[in-house]
């Protein structure tokens, strides 16, 4: 480099040495700022908020001012202050208030202004096409006639971009729609109905979007002028004339104005010929009123002539003179007539006016036999007024006359109505009872009340009743009496209600009596109570059945006794009369004398009194033999299994009728084992007789006297309802009864079998019939094979010692070896022996435990009544084994003939 070239080097530098050394030593300013967003997109009214931040990026502290040159935009805050290189947010809310806005584009800047420097950004706003509509009516202004209407288009356009509701209200005038839906860009043009009225009327019209801001308003100017005109005229403006004569009037109506006008016509009397007139444009036309005056007076008549345009009226005035006349001159005066007789009035009339007339005669009373008559000017006439006085009371009445035309004229009078016929009917004892088939007499006595003799007739209604006579004619106050017979028959049971009548031709009178036809067991019944019922002698002595007889009916009664049996029993006494509500006794006596079987002997004791009604026990005497388990009045707490079977409780001993017109229901209860009381409803009724348990029923076709159980299954629920029949006529199907006991076992799971027939279906009836016989007969089976399997092998065995014992157990066959077998067991009667083995019967039979012990207790009694044989008493002591071996096997054999007709017989009675 030559000196030259360095100088310039160096010279240079120094140049840029002094330029840049300020600038280096000089501070450092500037700010920055920035949007979350650069664009924003909304509707007129709505909000866009967009985040900002502000960076200071000088060396010192600044204060900045945020703004922006759209009024649209608010900033928050719109001062901030920053540190060196520290950055803050600050808000931008954009509002278009303006709703009528063009949708475009607009710029809002956003600027920060330091003390030393500033910054901006620009937000592009979008203004859409939300909500808008428009108003354009037909006409902004017309001219019409006073008192016209006239209809307008005005047309409702959404320049939105939405669907809207709009509602469309103006300031007068009638809106045919007052509501349009507009979809986006959609116009509708709606009506609205506009009244002229002498001021000028500017009417605003505005449609009210229901969901946005959107709302336009147009007015209308309407100006009226005057375009109808008329006047109306009625003549004469005074009439005089006579009433019920008939006048007119002319109306007259003249149209002054520039067009056609229709008018409606009215009065307020007489008639006008039209109702509605059209008149051209000056010209007039003419109605015709016609009026009848009805009485008398002055009359203001209005006539109204009313268009859309105009209303008129005229007023004329009207005399109305009477031209008539008329006078009832004569009436009767006050009379006195008999009640149910015709009183007969006449009636003078003249007609004081200057014209014939006719008349319309009326009377408050009675009727009038010519009530239309005409009379002429000065004439008189008669008429008559008929009174009927059946209907009318015993009094004094008042009655006027009326005559009337146009003018009427009335006269009073009265008469009195006399009781001159009248009539008190007597009975004796209105209320009777008797007995069915006897006859019901009584005294009627008809007394002549009135002041004229009479004559009646006499009747019954409700029964066959005689007179001593049916017609009786009797003087004034004076009285009869004759004597009627009620008659009935046997099957005439219950309240009979009579209506005796006498009637004359003038009077009638009836009277009710109530009069009861008892039937025979209320009239003759009677009931029994036997002490004891049942008998166990071991001796040959005698025996007394105690036999109470009461009279329950109602009159006194004789009673024969008889008894059925064995010919040491008899009764006595034979025959006692009993009075009404008394009680007496008889006896039945048995005597079984030396030598008498061992058994079981049934007495059939025979009870008849006078109206033959025959009542029918069964009284039993054990000789020598145990009855078992016998059930009798005074029985009430059999063997039951305490977990399943109960007692049930009637809690009474009354004896019950049942006929074809009484059912019987009677309230049992029982309390289970765990303490829940139960009640239950049993119903008896007759047709058969008939015993239910709610939906459950039973039906006996025959039932006998004496003792006899019912069973009824409801749900798993078993009932046996015994009931001891004293009296029973199945031809006229009543029964009398007591209630012996009633058993209840819950969870059953068989039904109990009984002579008595209910009503399942066929095919359930054959399989449960199928199930019990089958039951049944392995349970005798099993029975006889407890009872006389060991018997049959000792039969081949046995030893004569063991011959010549005699069993303990009661029961033929069963051997010592056996007995002694069961003894070791601890068994010594039949009793423990069904107690034994009633579990195994139990589960073959399917039943409860209680029940087949019940069961295996009465087969084996019954088995053991039959084998029982009359002892042989003259039999010798001496006699040789051979023989005595020789005549105890053909008893054997019988023995086991008997116990295999036992068999059968049980099998035939199942």
Aim: net charge negative.
């Amino acid at each position: 480099m030559n000196k030259l070239t360095k100088m310039k080097f160096i010279f240079l530098m120094l140049i840029a040495g002094l330029v840049l050394v300020p600038q280096a030593f000089a501070a450092t300013t500037g700010v920055n700022i920035e949007m979350t967003s650069a664009s924003a997109s909304l509707c007129p009214s709505n909000t866009e908020y967009i985040m900002g931040h502000i960076t200071n990026n000088g060396d010192i502290l600044e204060t900045y001012t945020l703004s922006s040159d759209n009024s649209w935009a608010t900033i928050a805050p719109d001062k901030i202050t920053l540190n060196s290189g520290e950055t803050k947010e600050f808000h931008v809310y954009i509002t278009p208030f303006n709703l009528d806005a063009q949708p475009t584009t607009y710029p809002i800047s956003i600027k920060a202004t330091g003390s030393t420097s500033s910054d901006f950004e620009i937000i592009t706003l979008t203004l859409l096409k939300c909500h808008g509509v428009k108003i354009a009516p037909e006409k902004s202004a017309d001219t019409l006639c006073i008192g016209d209407r006239k209809t307008y288009d005005v047309t409702i356009t959404n320049y939105g971009g939405v669907t809207e509701i709009y509602d469309i209200t103006s300031t007068t005038g009638t809106l045919l729609d007052k509501q349009v839906t507009l979809d986006a860009d959609e116009s509708k043009t709606i009506t609205i109905a506009i009244d002229a009225t002498k001021e000028k009327q500017i009417v605003e019209i505005t449609a009210q979007s229901r969901t946005s801001y959107a709302t336009a308003k147009e007015t209308m100017d309407i100006s009226g002028i005057n375009c109808y005109n008329s006047k109306i005229q009625t003549t004469p403006e005074t009439k005089t004339m006579c009433v019920e004569e008939s006048s007119t009037y002319t109306v007259k109506i003249e149209n002054l104005g520039t067009k056609d006008d229709t008018y409606t016509l009215s009065t307020d009397f007489g008639e006008l010929d039209t109702e509605t007139i059209n008149i051209g444009a000056g010209e007039t036309k003419t109605a015709t009123l016609t009026v009848q005056p009805k009485d008398m007076g002055v009359y203001d008549i209005n006539v109204n002539a009313k268009s859309l345009h105009s209303d008129m009226n005229s007023k004329v005035r009207l005399s109305a003179i009477n031209c008539k006349g008329i006078a009832v001159l004569t009436i009767p005066p006050e009379m006195t007539v008999c009640k149910g007789t015709t009183a007969r009035y006449m009636i003078t009339m003249k007609n004081t006016g200057s014209k014939e007339d006719t008349f319309n005669i009326t009377s408050t009373k009675g009727i009038v036999s010519e009530n239309i008559i005409s009379i002429g000017s000065g004439e008189i006439k008669n008429t008559y007024i008929e009174i009927d006085t059946n209907n009318l009371d015993f009094t004094t009445y008042d009655f006027e006359v009326t005559a009337k035309s146009t003018i009427e004229d009335s006269a009073k009078g009265s008469f009195t109505v006399e009781n001159c016929y009248g009539e008190d009917l007597i009975i004796e004892d209105a209320m009777k009872s008797t007995c069915a088939g006897n006859d019901a007499v009584y005294a009627v006595t008809v007394k002549n009340t009135g002041k004229n003799d009479d004559s009646y007739a006499l009747s019954v209604k409700g029964a066959i009743g005689i007179f001593e006579t049916e017609n009786l004619t009797i003087n004034a106050f004076e009285e009869k009496t004759v004597m009627l017979t009620i008659k009935s028959d046997k099957d005439s049971v219950g309240d009979k209600t009579i209506e005796i009548t006498s009637q004359s031709s003038h009077v009638s009178e009836t009277i009710t009596v109530n009069l009861e036809f008892m039937d025979k067991n209320t009239c003759y019944g009677y009931s029994t109570t036997t002490n004891p019922k049942n008998i166990e002698a071991t001796e040959s002595k005698g025996y007394l059945y105690t036999v109470s007889v009461q009279n329950t009916g109602l009159y006194d009664s004789n009673y024969v006794f008889s008894v059925e049996g064995p010919n040491w029993v008899s009764v006595a006494p034979e025959t006692i009369a009993i009075k009404a509500g008394d009680t007496d006794k008889t006896y039945v006596y048995a005597a079984p004398p030396y030598g008498t079987e061992s058994g079981v002997y049934e007495i059939t004791f025979t009870i008849k009194n006078d109206e033959g009604i025959i009542k029918q026990s069964t009284l039993q005497f054990a000789f020598n033999e145990e009855l078992g388990d016998i059930i009798d009045d005074t029985t009430d707490t059999p063997v039951v299994d305490e977990q399943t079977q109960y007692i049930a409780d009637v809690n009474d001993t009354t004896i019950y009728t049942i006929d074809s017109e009484n059912i019987e229901i009677i309230t049992a209860t029982y309390t289970t084992s765990d303490g829940v009381k139960k009640s239950f409803d049993i119903g008896f009724e007759t047709g058969s007789f008939i015993v239910t348990i709610g939906d459950a029923r039973v039906e006996d076709e025959n039932p006998s006297i004496g003792e006899k159980t019912y069973s009824l299954l409801v749900d798993d629920t078993q009932y046996e309802i015994t009931l001891d029949f004293e009296y029973v006529n199945t031809t006229s199907k009543v029964y009398e009864f007591s209630i012996i006991n009633v058993d209840v076992t819950e969870n059953a799971n068989v039904a109990i079998v009984d002579d008595t027939k209910e009503v399942p279906s066929d095919d359930e009836t054959k399989k449960d019939s199928s199930k019990i016989i089958y039951a049944i007969v392995i349970g005798i089976i099993l029975i006889l094979l407890i009872l006389f399997g060991p018997e049959l092998a000792e039969m081949i065995t046995k030893t004569k010692e063991d011959e010549d014992e005699e069993p303990s157990f009661g029961i033929s066959g069963i051997g010592p070896k056996r007995e002694a077998t069961l003894k070791k067991e601890g068994i010594k009667t039949v009793e423990e022996l069904a107690e034994s083995d009633a579990s195994n019967i139990a589960s073959i039979l399917g039943v409860s435990e209680a029940q087949a012990k019940k069961f295996i207790n009465t087969a084996a009694k019954k088995v053991r009544a039959t084998k029982k044989e009359e002892p042989k008493v003259a039999e010798k002591k001496a006699e040789e084994p051979k023989k005595e071996k020789e005549t105890k096997k053909p008893a054997k054999k019988k023995q086991e003939k008997d116990v295999k007709d036992e068999i059968k017989d049980i099998l035939d009675n199942i």
